[in-house]
């Protein structure tokens, strides 16, 4: 049981091929992109009215040299938002559910901030790792603490993508599981699971968006701490 409830996280292969690159270049595919009419329709209006909000509402408390960095927050963010709902659909596979892949994704957005700090700002960037006014004798612990709290942020961006997703995708298999199994033998006990299946999986959709947004939220805090 317990292997074939982590089957649903393995790559699916083709002939021995990895399909993770389809998977992975699927998302492009279902962003709407704008025509060359004077009027937009109406997945398009909403598309522009939920960029908008989302760059001023995220580009604001950061400096001018800081919102560069809009494009590629904003077209990341939409691309994880394709690949988190895309693998609620059956028969489907979730690329975000890998850590590798969160990783990937973390690790070069956590190192350009870093990168960013240390070249316009190195004293500023290198005074986060001691606070003002600490004792002479907790210098070298606390500098030593906030070089790993530094270096564990990446990790920790990865994993809570990674965590959220595969718990949710674990309950939604696991009750499914459960209406196919009281179907038969206590059908009002499975309709109502079959409710609980429904909320969750509306639960989750709100998940795959809300997580999508804490992982570029967190980002452009570290963006904002080096501008």
């Not at 975000?96 to 969160?102: H, I």
């Not at 005074?127 to 004792?135: K, Q, V, W």
């Not at 965590?163 to 696991?174: D, F, R, S, V, Y």
């Amino acid at each position: 049981m317990t292997v074939s409830l982590f089957d649903q996280f393995m790559s699916p292969t083709f002939l021995g091929i990895h399909l993770i690159a389809i998977a992975l270049l699927a998302a492009w595919y279902l962003v709407p992109t704008p025509t060359q009419r004077w009027m937009n329709n109406r997945v398009l209006s909403l598309q522009s009215l939920f960029i908008n909000r989302f760059t001023s509402q995220l580009l604001t408390p950061i400096n001018v040299g800081g919102h560069k960095w809009a494009l590629i927050l904003c077209a990341l963010m939409l691309y994880i938002i394709f690949l988190n709902t895309l693998g609620l659909l059956p028969y489907t596979f979730t690329p975000t559910t890998q850590l590798s892949l969160n990783l990937g994704l973390a690790v070069p957005m956590w190192l350009s901030t870093v990168l960013i700090g240390f070249r316009n700002q190195p004293t500023a960037a290198l005074g986060h790792l001691l606070p003002e006014g600490t004792p002479t004798l907790l210098i070298p612990v606390l500098i030593i603490i906030e070089t790993i709290s530094l270096f564990i942020r990446p990790l920790a961006l990865g994993v809570r993508l990674t965590a959220n997703l595969t718990a949710g995708h674990l309950l939604i298999q696991l009750i499914s599981l459960a209406v196919y199994t009281l179907l038969l033998s206590m059908p009002v006990v499975a309709l109502l699971t079959s409710v609980v299946l429904l909320l969750l999986t509306i639960l989750e959709i709100a998940v795959a968006m809300i997580q999508a947004y804490v992982f570029i939220l967190l980002i452009s805090l570290y963006l904002q701490e080096n501008v």
